[in-house]
């Protein structure tokens, strides 16, 4: 800190608290106002000034969403339903638009101060801008994509001489020679695969997979997916049981994808199961989706994993030395079911069952 703001804090110190608290607010780095009951802006601080082109003489009296006309303030402003309860301080990611006409992401950090009868009297919002994050991740996530893209040649290259070794392109082979051409065939289609799957997912979640998106049955889809893991479970002696209503409406979905996303569940859920268990699959109906469940029992995700079970490459710890896999079904299961504008989450008890839900929009909402 410059020793003129020290020297300046020292004095205030001699002044008052209230100068002092006035003085960080208005040097913070990071964006502040506060807004009264009636969503008028009451404070406004520099780096407010700052990210938003406004002064604070400008706006003070204003309404927040005349200043900050972010696409939060219509659906999701804080002070629309004051006697909503919301957690205090609520975090959200939002657009805002500058003086300047510029949009910049923020994220908004909102504290709620209520009087004794729990009414809302002000509001402090902080937020900062966050468009060199933003940046960077987007760079990041190009570089990352290239590299997995540049590894398929050579992939493909390896796979194809290991191929013709196997088919005696090159001379005969001996027992071993054949044994351990035929692992290193498996172990290439296996990182083609990884690879293939988590440029999926980079594709996906930046929009570039167009989803061939037409009516579909759920209960068709199930029925024909557990077919083809009657054998895997019953290596396990594990039981799958269908549970589904006599009615179910149509989704509107990706056939292939939609298949992706309940095999990779099913696969989990017969993976991470004890001999013996017993795997549901079911499904039932809100006026807006389809709901699909697929549940099992058996050690359950510890809660220290269960943050991070969706991200790419996360696998639980033991699940890393006793079972094999990649870590990316569930980061696929989740961009799918959001590119269809649905969500995806999981309920697992440590000693008991785990349940993996997901919704995906109706083809005819009820009315
Ligand atoms: N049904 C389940 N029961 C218990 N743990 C699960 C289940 N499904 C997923 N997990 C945990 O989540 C992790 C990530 O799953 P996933 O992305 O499918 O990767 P993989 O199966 O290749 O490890 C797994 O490694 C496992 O620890
Ligand atoms: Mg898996």
């Known amino acids: 800190m410059h020793n003129d703001n020290l020297d300046l804090i020292k004095k205030t110190l001699f002044i008052d608290k209230c100068s002092l608290f006035n003085l960080v607010i208005r040097n913070m780095p990071i964006g502040l106002f506060a807004l009264d009951n009636k969503k008028k802006i009451i404070e406004f601080n520099s780096a407010a000034e700052k990210i938003t082109g406004y002064t604070k003489e400008e706006v003070l009296g204003r309404q927040c969403s005349e200043v900050l006309n972010s696409n939060l303030c219509e659906i999701a402003c804080p002070l629309q339903d004051p006697s909503h309860p919301r957690p205090s301080p609520m975090e959200q990611e939002a657009t805002i638009q500058t003086k300047h006409q510029q949009e910049v992401p923020v ?17 402090i919002r902080t937020f900062r801008d966050v468009s060199e994050i933003r940046r960077l991740e987007e760079h990041r996530k190009i570089l990352i994509s290239m590299f997995a893209h540049d590894l398929k040649a050579p992939i493909a290259i390896a796979g194809g001489f290991v191929i013709r070794l196997l088919k005696g ?36 979640e930046s929009g570039q997979i167009l989803l061939s998106i037409e009516p579909c049955s759920m209960t068709k889809l199930i029925y024909e997916i557990i077919e083809g893991f009657r054998m895997e479970a019953a290596e396990k002696k594990i039981y799958l049981k269908i549970e589904l209503p006599d009615f ?18 099913l696969d989990n859920a017969i993976k991470y199961s004890p001999l013996g268990a017993k795997v549901v699959i079911r499904a039932n ?8 469940q697929v549940q099992n029992s058996g050690p359950g995700i510890k809660p220290k994993d269960l943050p991070h079970i969706f991200d790419p490459f996360f696998r639980g710890s033991e699940s890393k030395v006793k079972r094999t896999g990649s870590g990316l079904g569930l980061a696929i299961v989740k961009s799918i079911v959001e590119a269809h504008g649905g969500k995806v989450w999981v309920d697992s008890n440590p000693e008991g069952k785990t349940v993996f839900t997901f919704t995906i929009p109706k083809y005819i909402k009820a009315p």
Do not use: H
């Not at 179910?248 to 569940?265: A, H, P, T």
């Not at 109906?285 to 699909?292: F, I």
């Open 248 to 265: 179910l409406s149509l989704v509107f979905g990706d056939k292939e994808q939609l298949q992706r996303v309940i095999s990779n569940l």
């Open 107 to 123: 994220t908004f950090s909102t504290t709620f101060l209520r009087d004794e009868e729990g009414q809302i009297y002000s509001v």
């Open 169 to 204: 392109k090159a001379g005969p082979l001996t027992p071993k020679q054949y044994e351990y051409l035929t692992i290193i065939d498996d172990k290439i289609r296996q990182l083609d695969s990884y690879i293939r799957s988590f440029l999926d997912i980079l594709k996906m």
């Open 285 to 292: 109906e809100t006026s807006e989706n389809v709901v699909c």
